[in-house]
């Protein structure tokens, strides 16, 4: 058959990915992870489930919330977060945003969602103090710092660049302890995957915990999931833990609530729906995947959020 004229070649096709090339992947690890974890159906008295979501105060229809993500969304125009929010809030659900502007912030706070801004770990604390302060002016629900981007893959602080507000780096107990007493708004930690920085937060005083690999940033990482359960039991009931990374159905979000997590945060699974449809595309798929979740309670004798019996959940083992 002849070729068609337009057809491009790949000079690439059949050669093989260089050796080691997908070793301690950690998005494949955790999708591992997620896939043995199945779950033990139970009918007998089920009800309707209830998707109420309460959170620092405030009551949302969904316990799955937007992941932070900051303005290099492909697609993204001027305007983009605000849009993102607005899908958000006509959901009845969280908006976390990635380190943005503080304008852009404001903008996306003003459609009146409910928002969550994760700082990043700067150098200069002088700068991280402004930025909270902001986002208390915004109305935020609360504050997030990703504590696990003060170093880069070769163990040097991340470059000021892209960041506007300088370099990152690691963060101290101390430090933790010292936004907390910084503002009212609550202080959530992302990045933490052990009991040990868990701790350390709880110690500080922060309220709540996202335990997160950051999109597969770092290789090996132990699943969210996998870690979830010890570090339910070491902090206890009354910080929120949020999970994310790979969470693509409400199957995914339901085993992080059975687990132990109070809410979710998901974000790459948003880019598809908002780059097609905007807001009402980021509408629609958080309303999905919480309908999703919402069959899969109904199907276990989950009847609230506060509910869902841990046993149900089965560790493949063969
Ligand atoms: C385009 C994009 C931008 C992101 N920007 C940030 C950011 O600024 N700060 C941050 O803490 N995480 C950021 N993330 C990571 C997400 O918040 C989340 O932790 C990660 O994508 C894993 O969740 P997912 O599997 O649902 O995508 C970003 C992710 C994407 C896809």
């Known amino acids: ?91 009845g659900g969280v908006f976390w945003s990635g380190f943005i502007g503080d304008d852009e912030f404001a903008r996306a706070a003003a459609t009146g969602v409910r928002a969550i801004r994760i700082i990043k770990p700067l150098r200069d604390t002088k700068e991280i103090l402004c930025r909270i302060r902001h986002d208390e002016e915004c109305g935020a629900l609360a504050f997030a710092m990703d504590i696990d981007h003060g170093f880069d893959d070769n163990g040097e602080y991340y470059p000021a660049v892209p960041h506007a507000y300088g370099e990152l780096g690691p963060k101290t107990e101390e430090d933790l302890r010292m936004f907390v007493q910084a503002t009212r708004l609550p202080f959530i930690a992302k990045g933490v995957l052990s009991v040990y920085d868990s701790l350390k937060c709880v110690h500080a005083g922060v309220k709540g915990l996202l335990l997160s690999h950051h999109k597969g940033e770092y290789k090996y990482a132990v699943p969210p999931l996998m870690v979830l359960p010890e570090i339910r039991k070491a902090v206890g009931k009354d910080i929120k833990i949020f999970v994310d990374c790979g969470l693509v159905t409400g199957m995914d979000v339901f085993k992080a609530l059975a687990l132990g997590a109070d809410g979710v945060c998901v974000a790459r699974p948003f880019m598809n729906p908002f780059r097609m449809e905007g807001a009402g595309g980021v509408e629609k798929k958080l309303r999905q995947m919480t309908l999703e979740l919402a069959g899969v309670m109904a199907k276990t004798g989950s009847a609230d959020l506060k509910n869902i019996d841990p046993s149900v959940i089965i560790h493949k083992s063969w």
């Open 1 to 91: 058959m002849q070729k068609n004229k337009t057809e491009s070649v790949n000079p690439q096709a059949g050669v093989p990915e260089p050796l080691g090339s997908d070793c301690g992947d950690s998005n494949r690890i955790t999708r591992e992870y997620l896939d043995s974890l199945l779950i033990e159906y139970r009918h007998i008295g089920s009800r309707k489930p209830d998707l109420k979501f309460e959170l620092f105060g405030d009551c949302f229809q969904t316990p799955v919330m937007l992941g932070g993500m900051a303005a290099m969304v492909p697609g993204m125009h001027e305007g983009g977060m605000a849009e993102l929010a607005r899908g958000v809030k006509a959901a």
